[in-house]
């Protein structure tokens, strides 16, 4: 029969041999990194929460601004559309006195 795992021998060569002060050492270490961790996981919220407060407020800004936009946006386009309707009108004019002069 095959035997999907082995036993793996500690430092000391025997399985019912445990030294107590390393796996300690070991469980104090982790309780160590883990508590490091979770302090760096709650910054990472707070940085989250802070970014998501700041997303909020910069959208309520842009609905907010967005009518005033809109109206620069069609002012600007009337104004273009007029100063088009000048300048054709300019080169007919002087489409007119070249023909005049010629």
Same mark, same amino acid.
């Given at each position: 029969?095959?035997?999907?795992? !082995? ?13 107590? #002060? $390393? ?5 104090? $270490? +982790? ?10 996981? &709650? ?14 407020? +910069? ?6 601004? #967005?009518? $005033? #936009? ?9 104004? *273009?559309? *007029?100063? $088009?309707? +000048?300048? !054709?009108?300019?080169? &007919? ?7 005049? !002069? #010629?």
């Amino acid at each position: 029969e095959h035997v999907r795992w !082995r036993l793996v021998h500690g430092p000391k060569g025997a399985e019912d041999q445990i030294d107590v #002060a $390393s796996v300690n050492d070991k469980l104090a $270490s +982790i309780g160590v990194r883990l508590e490091d961790k979770e302090r760096e996981l &709650a910054r990472q919220r707070l940085k989250c929460r802070e970014i998501e407060e700041e997303t909020a407020r +910069i959208q309520v800004h842009v609905n907010e601004n #967005a009518d $005033s #936009a809109l109206e620069t946006t069609s002012a600007l386009n009337r104004a *273009k559309s *007029k100063l $088009s309707a +000048i300048e !054709r009108a300019l080169l &007919a004019v002087v489409s007119e006195l070249t023909m005049y !002069r #010629a």
